[in-house]
């Protein structure tokens, strides 16, 4: 994948980086199924990515950073984010045309939010495991300022080289390809964002990847090989995925 101009929010040097990772041989190149030009899209996009997301390989926001015009994807790097270190961001959690997409009791589905304003949306997705997204979340106060969404959906995750806690668990880009077709009332903004994601997978797995089933799909089917962890809330969110409780 070329280079392309910097990402708000992300320094030159971790730029080139993440990009860097995302190099691949010409006949294994993601450029062809990027559109041609980035999506004219209203709704800015913040993602909040854990550091560790950094030196993974096959991650997604640099596919879903490609497809959009640059001040419209803005990735912010750390684990702590403090109004003082990060006024820009405080700004726009207190925007009333703010989302930030964490599921939980207290989320809207945003299928049913109003989404009428004549102002642009802004849409706050936490990259990390699941683990690393509560920590962000529940850790930082900004981020409770903002109308909580989630999505209603029954798309299971393309993401098939990377395993998910559960069947119903979306890619950060999945996620933001749903809720930029929702919020922009355009479901080819989804289908756009989604083909280098469904390329990326079928150049994996023609090259010797393994397809990954969630572990609520191995757990259910005794197919998970790993040792039982000894902790018992990671053991007991284990039974709650087997017996299909929500989590």
């Known amino acids: 994948m070329h280079e392309r101009a910097p990402v ?3 320094e030159r040097k971790q730029l080139l980086l ?3 990772a995302a190099c691949r041989p010409q006949k294994v190149c ?3 199924f990027l559109p041609v ?3 004219k899209v209203s709704t800015c996009l913040y993602v909040i990515q ?4 950094e030196s993974r390989v096959l991650r997604t926001v640099p596919l879903l950073a490609a497809c959009l015009p640059e001040d419209k994807c803005k990735v912010l790097i750390g684990r702590r984010f ?3 270190r990060y006024p820009e961001l405080a700004t726009v959690c207190k925007n009333a045309n703010t989302l930030i997409l964490y599921p939980g009791a207290g989320a809207a589905n945003l299928e049913e939010v109003d989404l009428t304003s004549p102002d642009p949306y802004v849409i706050i997705i936490i990259d990390g495991t699941w683990s690393q997204a509560k920590d962000i979340f529940f850790k930082n106060s900004l981020f409770r300022i903002p109308k909580q969404i989630q999505l209603r959906t029954d798309l299971s995750s393309q993401y098939v080289i990377r395993t998910q806690p559960t069947n119903a668990c979306l890619s950060s880009l999945e996620c933001a390809a749903i809720a930029l077709a929702i919020v922009e009332k355009n479901d080819g903004f989804k289908e756009t964002i989604l083909r280098p994601l469904q390329a990326l997978c079928s150049f994996q797995l023609q090259h010797g990847a393994q397809v990954h089933h969630s572990k609520e799909h191995l757990l259910k089917n005794g197919l998970y090989d790993k040792p039982m962890p000894k902790n018992k809330r990671k053991l007991r969110r284990m039974e709650l995925l087997v017996n299909n409780v929500k989590i």
């Open 50 to 53: 854990h550091p560790a997301e």
């Open 82 to 84: 403090s109004e003082d």
């Open 18 to 20: 993440l990009f860097r």
């Open 37 to 39: 030009h980035p999506l």
């Open 30 to 32: 993601l450029c062809p």
């Open 8 to 10: 708000g929010g992300v």
